[in-house]
């Protein structure tokens, strides 16, 4: 008998009707199929969910964690791009 | 009202719905989500691709009036916060585009029917943006207007519209602000700079009432997207809601509002307002207000002048796959 091992999924869950699903971890599977049924079995038993997607985990592409630098540092600066940089007065009501 | 006059159907009656209509009506109507992959009738689809499409064309367009304004900009700190509000506008386009893919659209098909005038914006894109007073005036009347409705569709029918919403909703509080504090700064500068931004609202006052769309005895399309929850409250409900709010921060600013008929009204707790001019609004509509044909002109500009640009991708990732090909190959 060969031995093929079974690929790895990564498994998002979306937990209640109208949010997002949010990555709950990964499994293995022979398929699509199958990875959704072990899903359910793994990562549902208690019913913490509505929905599931199953992605092979060799299809995501991940930044690199030495870039983390470049890709996010210069956020840092441009504290203009939230609400509370500039000052309006409370009279005004909220905006 | 980024989406105005959105064509949908009329209202069906219980008696003439399909057992799965039934089925769906029920699920909206107990505030459940719809997501893509779940059964919907085909008039909610498509009323939900006009509208959706429509909103994600105003994001975009909305970046010409104010894109106008960035190498002008009075401060580098000013170009740096209008440069971060023009961006933040592509990238609510980008999510309101990707929920409308969920749809069965393609994107590229969207902005062929945008390109060709087959789909509308909103018509206040169709104003120009004269002084740099207008620039805060389009933060705080345009993106105060636009908040307005967006915060209800954050509760939408549709999964995908509405964590588009929600996301949307939390970057543009900053919109609003940078625009009021512009108004800030003119209004209390020197009598000339607040003359611009008298100006400014003079010019802005009514196309922004006009942003919430006809007046509800008008309003065809109504009665079907409210019962589907994709439009969440009247035209009229939201104006009014707008105008309340807006007054007070006219008055603040030592601004008048450009309305003769303006006034306070106990019994009802808001104010009594005129009523944009609706002619004008339907010539806007129709392709004849100041901007139309230069904002349709440089949208296709844009596009076509970016085709090469968008090929060369097109051929890089290409070129890598085949080395990422090769380097498998030898290295097996």
Redesign the interface.
Known sequence: MSKKEWPLWEVFIRGQHGLNHRHVGSLHAPDAEMAINHARDVYTRRREGVSIWVVPSKDITASSPSEKGPLFDPAESKTYRHPTFFDIPDEVGKM | MYAQLVKSEGLKSREDMSPEERDFQDRVDNG??I?PKDWMPEGYRKTLIRQIGQHAHSEIVGQLPEGNWITRAPTL?RK??LL?KVQ?EAGHGLYLYSAAETLGVSRDELLEKLHSGKMKYSSIFNYPTLNWADIGAVGWLVD?AAIMNQVPLQRTSF?PY??AMIRICKEE??H???G??IM?KMAAGTPEQKDMAQDALNRFWFPSLMMFGPSDKDSVHSAQSMAWKIKMNTNDELRQKFVN?TV??AD?LGLKVPDDKLAWNEDKQGYDFSEPDWSEFFEVIKGNGPCNRERLNARVKAWDDGAWFREGLNAYADKAADRRKAAAVAAE
């Open positions: 459940e989500k997501e700190e740096a916060i971060a933040d105060g999964g509405s964590r509080s900053f609003q602000r940078q009021y504090a800030m709010e007070p921060q603040y």
